[in-house]
């Protein structure tokens, strides 16, 4: 599992350069994180459409990083 400073790594190294920092946030969160993702997705901690969101944005993660929720996992159904 990726922890949370590799997490900003890869927000720091996110391929697409022409991304916002709001919408690299929401985009390596999906990689890495799907749980955290779905939990901020459309709400006021969304980054992807504004960056005023940031700070918020990241002290949730911090806040609930290390807690994995695998009810995101066990809802989802998965394709073979």
Do not use: A
């Amino acid at each position: 599992m990726t922890d949370f400073i590799q997490y900003l790594n890869n927000v720091s190294n996110c391929k697409c350069k022409t991304l916002d920092l709001g919408k690299k946030f929401v985009s390596e969160l999906f990689t890495i994180r799907p749980d955290l993702y779905y939990k901020i997705t459309g709400t006021k901690l969304d980054t992807f459409y504004d960056d005023d969101n940031i700070p918020e944005f990241l002290i949730f993660l911090l806040k609930n990083w290390d807690d994995i929720d695998y009810s995101y996992f066990k809802e989802t159904e998965t394709y073979v």
